[in-house]
């Protein structure tokens, strides 16, 4: 059964910390990870990974795949109060091409980023 | 665009009726399927099609059905309800070349 655990699985920071998630997987025919953002609705996007090594970034959110340990990690840099949020992540994988958006997904990290 | 809509934001059941949560994308994706988010157990999958026609289960589909007779429509059908059935469903849909999912607002049940 693919299974992805996120930890930790809350954290309460101050405004202008840095924070590491952490997000490992187990899943058969891995495709991709993905990191999303939720906070009082629906998940948006934050970035697809699907190579080993090869950082991504967007601002001041950053995140890096590692395929032999199975895991990946989103940075926040800087954080601020509008970064509170739940942080999930997912991971995706092959099946006769037919399983784009199968999703097995974490149970998410709950950020709570003081002033 | 509109990206992924879903009706209704909100509908409270009595245990035994049923009803289907509407879905519609407007960006011309191949794949839509249905996730269910309750506390402590993240976004499980309940159906999935990739293409007009063609549906398949996901990790929980039982107490629902979906159909898929448009590229646009994906509603999903609570049979009977359960207060089981309690829980935020989102809709979501990709490209099949894309692959990363774009959500819906969601739709709060609640099963009484």
Not at chain 1, 5 to 33: A, I, K, M, W
Not at chain 1, 39 to 63: H, Q, V, W, Y
Request: overall charge neutral; charged content about 15%; aromatic content about 10%.
């Amino acid at each position: 059964e693919d299974k992805v655990v996120q930890s930790p699985l809350s954290l309460v920071v101050h405004e202008g910390d840095t924070v590491t998630l952490n997000c490992s997987y187990e899943v058969t025919n891995f495709r991709s990870l993905l990191w999303y953002k939720q906070e009082k609705k629906a998940p948006t996007f934050l970035f697809m990974l699907t190579s080993s090594g090869i950082e991504k970034k967007s601002g001041r959110l950053s995140s890096i795949l590692d395929k032999k340990e199975l895991f990946s990690i989103l940075n926040i840099t800087a954080t601020q109060t509008g970064d509170s949020a739940v942080y999930l992540c997912a991971a995706s994988a092959n099946a006769g091409g037919t399983s784009y958006g199968k999703l097995t997904f974490g149970q998410g990290t709950i950020l709570t980023v003081h002033p | 665009n509109a990206g992924v809509t879903q009706t209704p934001k909100f509908q409270v059941l009595k245990t035994g009726q049923s009803m289907t949560l509407q879905c519609a994308q407007d960006m011309n994706h191949e794949y839509m399927s249905w996730y269910r988010q309750d506390p402590g157990m993240g976004l499980r999958l309940i159906h999935y099609s990739v293409g007009a026609g063609i549906t398949d289960q996901g990790e929980v589909p039982n107490g629902y059905n979906v159909s898929r007779s448009t590229t646009e429509d994906f509603p999903l059908r609570l049979l009977s309800a359960a207060p089981s059935q309690t829980s935020v469903y989102f809709c979501a849909s990709s490209s099949l070349l894309r692959g990363s999912l774009y959500f819906g607002p969601g739709t709060r049940l609640t099963v009484t």
